[in-house]
């Protein structure tokens, strides 16, 4: 993709584990908003909110959807991902990256969410901590829905 004046913005999904709750919001509000979103995983994606997204269905390789998010995301585009790794590659190329739970990753933050990110790893590998799956309840979409929202207008307002 090249960098084009007319070009809409891109909301790029890192889809494999994003909430349905999230996938819909995204939808909902690009479509309100004349932006175009990308669903990339390594399997097709649901969606049931009613709008038009891309699905792009990557080999089953490791990275394989963070690769291809990466290669074609670009200027104001926004990506949704809970990869801190990735998100850590998406800043270094200047590429604006949230989570589901509404975090912004930026050049301020990343080395840090890198660091908390490895430092709870060592932990759980050592079985100091057990990690439990929170699970995805309305608070924590909420978050998310009030980040989304405006980043969205924000990168609007750069195309």
Not at 32 to 56: D, P, S
Not at 113 to 118: C, F, I, T, W
Request: charged share 30%; proline share 2%.
């Amino acid at each position: 993709m090249e960098n084009n004046p007319k070009r809409k913005l891109c909301i790029w999904i890192d889809a494999d584990s994003c909430p349905a709750l999230v996938r819909n919001h995204t939808v909902k509000m690009a479509c309100r908003n004349n932006a175009e979103v990308y669903f990339v995983a390594n399997r097709e994606i649901k969606c049931t909110e009613e709008g038009t997204f891309k699905m792009i269905v990557c080999p089953e390789e490791k990275d394989a959807a963070d690769n291809y998010i990466l290669e074609h995301a670009e200027g104001a585009d926004l990506v949704i991902t809970k990869d801190i790794i990735f998100a850590d590659k998406l800043v270094a190329k200047k590429i604006c990256v949230i989570n589901d739970r509404g975090t912004v990753f930026n050049s301020e933050n990343i080395k840090e969410k890198l660091s908390e990110r490895n430092f709870d790893l060592q932990l759980s590998q050592a079985g100091v901590v057990q990690h439990f799956h929170e699970g995805y309840d309305k608070k924590k979409f909420a978050l998310f829905a009030n980040t989304f929202d405006k980043v969205l207008h924000q990168q609007l307002r750069l195309l």
